[in-house]
């Protein structure tokens, strides 16, 4: 079965400079969540896009874009990348024309600022 | 706050079952409880949900207490793949963001 695809997979930044992931949802998913999950830390809620409109916005820096485009593929845009940055970033994907609203989570991006 | 309280940690011995409590005693009437686990840095992975009726599917059981107050997730026959750190979140029905606390790292040895 199809999954939920991210990329890059790696992506190394400097400081200051900026930075987009992209996350394809499985076919049919009208949802995507972004989450940041820091070195040992559990993942944090980012935000969320429903049908290409912003639903949901958790502690997502200003500095931090994201949208959701015709095809229902996302992007998460970065910019002004700062050390604390660094992290695994996650992208899920939900059908909300369902009933258990799970979500399904890709591999992830590392991103390491340095 | 934190919505529920996992322990931190926990050694299931491979082929046995492995529960895993949650305490969630504030939890509403319309939240439910759900189980993801993440295994070693990749993506977590849904396991199984439930409102009030305990349930099954072809990964775990979930029973949850009468009151509601705690539930525990039911591994029938944990295998070496299974060691991850399983997380209970409680989700309000309509806010579909999943928040995620302290889970409880699950060792399965041989």
């Known amino acids: 079965a199809a999954g939920v695809i991210q990329s890059p997979r790696h992506l190394i930044k400097e400081k200051r400079e900026t930075a987009t992931l992209k996350c394809y949802p499985i076919p049919r998913h009208d949802t995507v969540y972004w989450y940041q999950q820091g070195p040992g830390q559990d993942p944090q809620f980012l935000i969320s896009?429903?049908?290409?409109?912003?639903?949901d916005k958790g502690s997502i820096p200003d500095r931090f874009s994201a949208q959701q485009f015709s095809d229902y593929h996302s992007e998460l845009n970065m910019s002004s990348l700062e050390l604390g940055d660094s992290a695994l970033y996650f992208c899920?994907?939900?059908?909300?024309?369902?009933?258990?609203?799970?979500?399904?989570f890709g591999p992830g991006t590392r991103l390491t600022v340095t | 706050d934190a919505k529920t309280t996992q322990p931190p940690s926990m050694d299931c011995a491979e082929g046995r079952a492995a529960n895993l409590p949650c305490n969630h005693s504030?939890?509403?009437?319309?939240?439910?409880v759900y189980w993801y686990r993440q295994i070693h840095s990749q993506g977590p992975q849904y396991i199984i949900h439930?409102?009030?009726n305990n349930e099954t599917n072809e990964m775990a059981s979930l029973i949850i207490t009468e009151d509601r107050k705690s539930s525990t997730l039911i591994l029938p026959h944990a295998t070496l793949r299974d060691t991850a750190v399983y997380y209970c979140i409680v989700r309000v029905a309509n806010d579909y963001k999943l928040s995620f606390g302290a889970g409880t790292t699950v060792t399965v040895r041989a």
């Open positions: 439930g409102l009030k």
């Open positions: 504030t939890i509403s009437g319309n939240e439910y």
């Open positions: 896009f429903y049908e290409k409109m912003q639903s």
């Open positions: 899920a994907s939900s059908d909300m024309t369902g009933t258990t609203y799970e979500q399904y």
